[in-house]
């Protein structure tokens, strides 16, 4: 009984760290400035996992190392700031 409440107690522990980890997290604002036609179909694919469709389109992400490297791999279509 015992080793099941410390079990549930280290879960409810790691479930709010996570929690604050992910509000302190920096957000990433991405604007797509230039089209993606007659561009690589890898920078294609990027723009689209990004959820940019038309120029001008704003999203915002999480600053994870996957999606800076997708913002760099298509520096030259998007402009970015941190939000």
Same mark, same amino acid.
């Given at each position: 009984?015992?080793? $099941?409440?410390?079990? #549930?107690?280290?879960?409810?522990? &790691? *479930?709010?760290? @996570?929690?604050?980890? =992910?509000?302190?997290? %920096? $957000?990433?604002?991405? #604007?797509?400035?230039?089209?993606? &036609? *007659?561009?690589? @179909?890898?920078?294609? =694919?990027?723009?689209? %996992?990004?959820?940019?469709? #038309?120029?001008?389109?704003?999203?915002?992400?999480?600053?994870?190392?996957?999606?800076?490297?997708?913002?760099?791999?298509?520096?030259?279509?998007?402009?970015?700031?941190?939000?």
């Amino acid at each position: 009984m015992l080793k $099941k409440l410390q079990r #549930k107690e280290v879960f409810l522990w &790691i *479930k709010f760290l @996570k929690d604050k980890v =992910r509000d302190i997290m %920096a $957000k990433i604002k991405v #604007k797509q400035i230039k089209s993606g &036609i *007659k561009r690589a @179909k890898n920078q294609k =694919r990027t723009l689209e %996992a990004l959820g940019l469709r #038309k120029i001008g389109q704003v999203v915002e992400h999480e600053a994870t190392p996957s999606i800076l490297g997708m913002v760099s791999t298509v520096k030259h279509l998007v402009s970015s700031e941190e939000a």
